[in-house]
């Protein structure tokens, strides 16, 4: 979700187990589930055990990286690999009316759009969409002996290896609950499950698709995207949200060949001068203040009282988060 997938700051959700979002309008809805939630985690055990994490081994075996990593990916084939691999898995799901369809458009890594409809009692509930990405980051360096990017080591409670967190888990989370959902007595609304393949590009392909679905996509009520962190295990965390990041591509032209820089020296101006002072107008480098108000958003106060609150139970002795950043040598957070 970071990208989503980009980090930010997650706030647990209330300890009543309500949350609230914004998405399109429509009408209040509530429903009383009667689920067996005794039956539902025995079943999510079990599914988890026998089904998900041997799928997610193998899923963490193909090196199915980002487009942007893989200019190649389509000839490679790793990445259909990946999408073939969680469609099977999907359509195997003992789930009502659960389809699962492949979108291809030409040049474009594919999408994955499975829906379920609405399930027992909840038959005018709001749609809900629920996103993930199946793309990896490239392998990188710094695994420790034993460990590395295209074989899963079990270690524990952890699965390691490329992938397995961010994000293969979203397909395989989203349907196991609804699984629980429709085999334990529950009831739930109309399901739409998008999985992108390019998301640790940017979600460069995601656009092009959304619109060749059209009227398709609907209006859901909530979007819940499937990428993102976690202070701790021990309760559902939900990420309100994420600072957002701009790519700028800057280029400052001096002269038009390389010269020695024992002549042209405090002679010809200083691209990096130059290249400073364009992003001097944009940022305040010694504070960090942005100066262009088109990049100035309001905080809503829920918000802040929501990252003040979480920043107070997290916190540590020294007042930092444990959610620890690798600071190098003396560096302290921003501000």
């Known amino acids: ?66 487009p942007a990593f893989d200019a190649d990916w389509s000839t490679h084939g790793h990445m259909d690999r990946a999408v073939t691999l969680l469609a099977d898995w999907a ?81 395989f989370a989203t349907l196991a609950a609804v699984e629980a959902v429709q085999a334990s007595g529950g009831s739930h609304g109309p399901l739409l499950v998008l999985i992108e393949a390019s998301e640790e590009s940017g979600s460069s392909d995601l656009p092009a698709h959304l619109e060749a679905m059209g009227d398709a996509l609907g209006r859901p009520a909530l979007v819940v995207c499937l990428d993102s962190g976690a202070i701790d295990y021990e309760r559902l965390w939900v990420t309100t949200s994420l600072r957002g990041i701009v790519i700028v591509h800057l280029r400052v032209d001096v002269l038009t060949e390389g010269v020695h820089s024992g002549s042209a020296g405090g002679v010809v101006p200083s691209s990096f001068r130059i290249a400073r002072q364009l992003l001097d107008r944009l940022e305040d480098a010694a504070t960090g203040d942005l ?27 020294t007042g930092t988060s444990d959610v620890a950043f690798p600071y190098a040598g003396g560096t302290r957070p921003h501000g």
């Open 1 to 66: 979700m970071h990208g989503v997938g980009h980090g930010g700051h997650p706030s647990a959700a209330p300890r009543s187990g309500r949350t609230s979002a914004r998405g399109a309008r429509h009408r209040p809805y509530t429903l009383a589930v009667p689920l067996d939630l005794t039956a539902a985690a025995a079943l999510l055990d079990g599914v988890w055990t026998r089904d998900i994490e041997p799928t997610l081994a193998d899923y963490i075996r193909i090196p199915n990286v980002s």
């Open 91 to 171: 359509r195997d799901r003992p789930i009502a009316g659960l389809t699962v369809t492949r979108r291809d458009l030409p040049g474009r890594t594919p999408v994955l759009e499975l829906r379920v409809p609405a399930f027992g009692d909840a038959a005018d509930a709001p749609e809900v969409l629920c996103y993930g990405h199946l793309d990896k980051q490239p392998p990188m360096d710094g695994w420790r002996d034993g460990l590395g990017p295209w074989e899963p080591v079990r270690e524990g409670d952890r699965l390691y290896g490329r992938g397995g967190a961010d994000d293969g888990y979203a397909l």
């Open 291 to 317: 100066r262009v108000d088109a990049l100035r958003v309001d905080i809503p106060d829920e918000r802040v009282t929501q990252a003040e609150a979480t920043a107070a139970e997290i916190a540590t002795g």
